[in-house]
């Protein structure tokens, strides 16, 4: 699916970036122990990923590499390369329904279902591969991601806290995300998505994704600093069978920097994909 966000957009730099200053070689193989979640003596809350003295506690150990900087989706083998298939897994009745009518739409020169080209979030894990580069920046505690793509954020939280109670998590398009160190591998765990308005993929593919959408991505820096390779293995049994795994590689992009970027309807008025009767099945 290509949606269209008519705004003034930076480019995008994804093949041939200039080599970042990060070198995988420079990690170590040695496993970061967990860390504790810090506790703060106020009725016993969680300390903030920001506060002075988590960072504090954190910041003595170093982490096998920085995510810090711009990186945007190697498409440079495959200009599909955005998308979490083909291969596919086997699909629920549920999902099969959508993956029918888009494909019924698209062979009538429809559109089934543009949420994201109307301005509802992308969510992960499509957020990581939009059409414009990932800032990273990454602390002792948390790693803080803004898109290109309508500036939406994700932030890895790696101060040693627990997934929310699922009876009382504010659920969200990119869910909360958990990271570990396993060597010089880090680990991901995500869970709390919404499941309204949340695709797997679109354009002539749609897949949904509900609130059992569980992610786990296991993130390494690979290519002297200059790419990283994450491997995607997600759960959803509402939607598909067993797991579904994927792997991508991002480009590190150094020429660029992330702006403010605001998707409004307004915008998108003149898109087919967005507001034609006849282009549109809801």
Sequence with gaps: MRAVIVVALIGVAAAGCSPGQQSAQQSTATAVAPVPAAIDGGE??????????????????????????????????????????????????????HWDAAKKATAEGKVYRDDIGQCWPAGLPLIMTRYWPMA??????????????????????????KHTDPDIIVRTYNGESIGRWEGDTLVV?????????????????????????????????????????????????????????????????????????????????HIRSTTSKTQVLQ
């Excluded at 016993?44 to 711009?70: E, M, V, Y």
């Excluded at 390494?220 to 600093?225: F, T």
Aim: net charge negative; proline share 6%; with cysteine.
């Design 44 to 97: 016993g809350k969680q300390l903030s990923a920001l506060a002075p003295a988590t960072i504090a506690r954190l910041a003595k150990t170093k982490a096998p590499f920085d995510l810090t900087g711009n990186w945007f989706i190697d498409v440079s083998q495959n200009p599909e390369a955005w998308r979490f298939g083909p291969p596919y897994p086997t699909l629920t009745s549920a999902s099969q329904v």
């Design 136 to 161: 990273m920046v990454q602390i002792p505690s948390a790693i803080y991601m803004v898109s290109g793509f309508m500036n939406s954020v994700r932030i890895v939280y790696l101060d040693g806290r």
């Design 189 to 269: 765990d995500t869970v709390g998505f919404r499941g309204d308005h949340h695709w797997m993929d679109q354009g002539g593919v749609a897949i949904p994704a509900g609130e059992q959408l569980h992610i786990v991505e296991r993130i390494r820096m690979v290519s002297d600093g200059k790419q990283l390779e994450i491997e995607y293995t997600m759960t959803d049994p509402e939607h598909w069978e067993g797991e579904w795994k994927s792997t991508k590689r991002f480009n590190r992009v150094d020429d660029e920097d992330i702006q403010e970027v605001s998707c409004l309807p307004d915008l998108n008025e």
